[in-house]
T-cell receptor, first 112, second 113 residues
Framework: DQQVKQNSPSLSVQEGRISILNCDYT??????FLWYKKYPAEGPTFLISISSIKDKNEDGRFTVFLNKSAKHLSLHIVPSQPGDSAVYFCAASARTGNQFYFGTGTSLTVIP | KAGVTQTPRYLIKTRGQQVTLSCSPISGHRSVSWYQQTPGQGLQFLFE???????NKGNFPGRFSGRQFSNSRSEMNVSTLELGDSALYLCASSPGQGPETQYFGPGTRLLVL
C-alpha cells in the first residue's frame, strides 16, 4: 500500500513562474516530512523539511506547506529555474522511528 | 564533511548469485538506511541500522539482509538474485535521533541478467 502519493508524474513550467508539486499521505501518524530533488544517476538531494507542528517552512526559493487535516503537503518553487528540472520526491515518517515512506516522484521540467 | 559514499557504483550479476553493497555514512552519523528504487515505484525502504542493530525493517524478503559495523559503515547483501532485483540501491545516513533529515549517497546500480 502506497502511504505517500504523488499523483502527478510530470509537470512543466515556464522559467520564472511558480512550480507547485503536490503530495498526499494516508497515515495520520506521519509527522515529519521531507522533500528531495533527484537528478538521473545521482542520489536524492535534500531540499526542505517540515514537522507537523508547523504549516509552512521556507528556504530561499522553496516553501513547503502542510495541511494536516487534508493530509496534504505541497512544495512551491518561486521563481522556477531551468536547473530545477529534476524528479522531486516527498517522504514522510512517524515520530516513532527513522523509517521514511516515499512517493513515486514528480518529474519537473522548467522551460527556458 | 565528506558525504555518503557507496561502492561499487555499478554491478552486473546473474540470477542466483549473491551481491554485497557497501555504504559509508557521513562522519558522526550513526543511522544508515537502505532503499531500493525501481522505475515507477519510488524509493522502497529496506531497513535501517543504528549502533550495529537493525532498528526498522521494510517489507522485503529475507534474501535481503544487512549489517552495520562499529564505525557505522553498513553493508547490504542480496542472496539468490532474481531479475526483479535489478534496481538502484541507495543508502542514507543521519545522526540517528529519528525522524530526521537523511542524506543520500549516489547509489549502486545493480543489473541482474
Amino acid at each position: 500500500d502506497q502511504q505517500v502519493k504523488q499523483n502527478s508524474p510530470s509537470l512543466s513550467v515556464q522559467e520564472g513562474r511558480i512550480s507547485i508539486l503536490n503530495c498526499d499521505y494516508t497515515n495520520s501518524m506521519f509527522d515529519y516530512f521531507l522533500w528531495y530533488k533527484k537528478y538521473p544517476a545521482e542520489g536524492p538531494t535534500f531540499l526542505i523539511s517540515i514537522s507537523s507542528i508547523k504549516d509552512k517552512n521556507e528556504d530561499g526559493r522553496f516553501t513547503v506547506f502542510l495541511n494536516k487535516s487534508a493530509k496534504h503537503l505541497s512544495l512551491h518553487i518561486v521563481p522556477s529555474q531551468p536547473g530545477d528540472s529534476a524528479v522531486y520526491f516527498c517522504a514522510a515518517s512517524a515520530r516513532t522511528g527513522n523509517q521514511f515512506y516515499f512517493g513515486t516522484g514528480t518529474s519537473l521540467t522548467v522551460i527556458p | 564533511k565528506a558525504g555518503v559514499t557507496q561502492t561499487p557504483r555499478y554491478l552486473i550479476k546473474t540470477r542466483g548469485q549473491q551481491v554485497t553493497l557497501s555504504c559509508s555514512p557521513i562522519s558522526g552519523h550513526r543511522s544508515v538506511s537502505w532503499y531500493q528504487q525501481t522505475p515507477g515505484q519510488g524509493l522502497q525502504f529496506l531497513f535501517e541500522y543504528f549502533s550495529e542493530t537493525q532498528r526498522n525493517k521494510g517489507n522485503f524478503p529475507g534474501r535481503f539482509s544487512g549489517r552495520q559495523f562499529s564505525n557505522s559503515r553498513s553493508e547490504m547483501n542480496v542472496s539468490t538474485l532474481e531479475l526483479g532485483d535489478s534496481a538502484l540501491y541507495l543508502c542514507a545516513s543521519s545522526p540517528g535521533q529519528g525522524p530526521e533529515t537523511q542524506y543520500f549517497g549516489p547509489g549502486t546500480r545493480l543489473l541482474v541478467l
